[in-house]
């Protein structure tokens, strides 16, 4: 624990239906497809961001310094029983009706037709580029 009694690594529990988005500023309701990042500030501090959809961690973490740095931890909930669960040693599952429309859910183990977290990403990105040719950017 830290100096103010707070956890350094792992997953936190979101104020669900009040904390928002970092990305789309969306309330965060869905607590079987959200996700978070914890990763170390300049100042060595550890900070916690908040997501609506896995898609939007992803896309949010992509221009990041630290985005694969062993101290950036990415939490996603399993699609079944809302438990957070690593989201690089998860797999994925598209179809999901998902916030902001990434429709992957997420799992601890394998399933028929799964994918992995490298394949997510890709999947995630595609689908960011496909959206943003045709509709403009994203909000950040």
Aim: hydrophobic fraction near 30%; include cysteine; proline fraction near 4%.
């Amino acid at each position: 624990l830290g100096a103010c009694g707070k956890p350094q690594t792992g997953a936190v529990e979101p104020h669900w239906d009040r904390d928002t988005c970092e990305r789309c500023r969306m309330v965060l309701s869905d607590r079987f497809h959200s996700a978070q990042i914890r990763y170390r500030d300049d100042s060595g501090r550890s900070r916690v961001r908040l997501f609506d959809d896995i898609g939007c961690a992803i896309v949010w973490l992509q221009d990041r310094p630290w985005r694969d740095a062993p101290t950036t931890e990415i939490w996603v909930n399993d699609h079944r029983s809302g438990q957070w669960i690593d989201a690089r040693k998860a797999f994925y599952v598209s179809g999901h009706n998902t916030s902001m429309e990434y429709g992957l859910g997420a799992q601890s183990d394998a399933a028929t037709g799964g994918m992995d977290f490298a394949a997510a990403r890709r999947h995630v990105l595609e689908k960011e580029r496909r959206n943003h040719a045709r509709h403009g950017p994203k909000p950040r």
